[in-house]
């Protein structure tokens, strides 16, 4: 069976049209623009989880650039049948996919040395093993959580599927992450190293709509897709990333501190820009209402104030709302969808409801 599917080549942002076949260990595609191209099934990679309805987007090891997106139901439910691990979602998987230290991580490990001493942390940030900067994610996330609890229920997880699934229409590129959601009494969103989000129960209490929380996470994808968790970590401690990506070691107890955690995690006013220009941008190609964005923005700044007077639910760890002054101009940074462009809910009320019980699953 030969099903119609989109790629991305990981080099260009053009979009070619190729069919593909499912050849028992493998699939392959071609097109018009792209040549004959086999990926082995072991090697392919689900960046979000499958969802019913939802595009489903795969990368490849020798590919970690590239994106096919298939559409057809019937083979993606076939595909995965075949292999469980591309059925996607939670980071059991990415950590279980991890492949430890091979001949070209060492090399990249040696290269990260070189360029940390010598070029910006930005880009020595792009040189860190994956393995590591999933190590030191899950590190990180573990001591920023304090033993909460992880939510999660067969139909929010799903709703969150859908949300990013609905997020990346239009984002053919965007990262591979995995979010949690935890029940904590904070109102507050990370990124940490590797990909991973953490979202907080009150962050989702206090959304009023979907489309706040979309964009929320929109904002957190793009410190993922700049990768400024990783940057702050070199810049913050440089010759210790260095050891410890060398030695194959953790981030050591740095990433355990959470007086360290806070500072990792206040990235740059620069870097805020940037993550809320990618949220704009992702959401107006997912024609999601970017002006959700800016009315939890302003939630935010008005329970700031409430926060001088006594509300506690701003405490806590850094994060998507200490980076102050400055809230007032990124609010007015957000534009509404271009004329013409009628706006679509990134989740559905059953959904959106789904999500907000999560933590009650
Ligand atoms: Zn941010």
């Known amino acids: 069976m ?9 080099q260009t942002a053009r979009m070619q049209v190729v069919n593909v076949t499912e050849n028992g260990t493998s699939i392959s595609f071609s097109g018009p623009e792209t040549s004959y191209t086999n990926w082995t099934i072991k090697g392919l990679h689900a960046i979000d989880p499958a969802v019913d309805g939802q595009p489903y987007r795969l990368t490849h090891e020798d590919k970690p650039g590239a994106r096919l997106i298939i559409r057809d139901q019937a083979f993606i439910s076939a595909l995965i049948s075949k292999s469980s691990h591309l059925r996607g979602g939670y980071s059991a998987r990415d950590i279980g996919h991890i492949i430890g230290w091979t001949v070209g991580g060492l090399a990249a490990v040696l290269v990260t040395g070189y360029l940390t001493m010598t070029l910006l942390p930005e880009k020595a940030a792009h040189m860190l093993p994956n393995a590591w900067k999933a190590r030191v994610g899950k590190q990180m996330e573990t ?9 999660r229920s067969p139909k929010g997880d799903e709703a969150l599927a859908a949300m990013i699934g609905n997020l990346a229409e239009g984002t053919p590129d965007l990262p591979p992450i995995s979010v949690h959601i935890y029940d904590m009494n904070v109102l507050n969103a990370f990124a940490v190293s590797g990909g991973n989000i953490i979202l907080t129960r009150e962050l989702i209490d206090k959304a009023d709509g979907p489309d706040e929380l979309a964009g929320v996470l929109a904002h957190e994808i793009g410190h993922v897709a700049h990768l400024d968790p990783e940057a702050q970590l070199v810049r913050l401690t440089g010759l210790q990333v260095l050891t410890s990506v060398f030695t194959g070691s953790n981030g050591g107890d740095m990433t355990t501190n959470l007086a360290f955690l806070a500072t990792v995690l206040k990235f740059t006013r620069e870097a805020e820009a940037k993550a809320d220009a990618y949220a704009r941008e992702t959401m107006i190609k997912a024609r999601i209402n970017p002006l959700a964005l800016k009315t939890f923005f302003e939630k935010i700044l008005k329970l700031e104030g409430d926060k001088k007077s006594g509300n506690a639910a701003l405490t806590g760890l850094g994060g998507l709302f200490s980076t102050h002054p400055g809230t007032e101009n990124r609010i007015k940074e957000i534009q509404p969808l271009p004329a013409g462009v009628v706006a679509r809910p990134s989740l559905t009320d059953e959904q959106w409801k789904a999500l907000k019980d999560i933590c009650k699953g």
Do not use: N, P, T
């Not at 030969?2 to 990981?10: E, I």
């Not at 001591?143 to 939510?151: N, S, T």
């Open 2 to 10: 030969a099903v119609s599917a989109q790629f991305y080549d990981g």
């Open 143 to 151: 001591a920023m959580v304090e033993g909460a609890k992880l939510c």
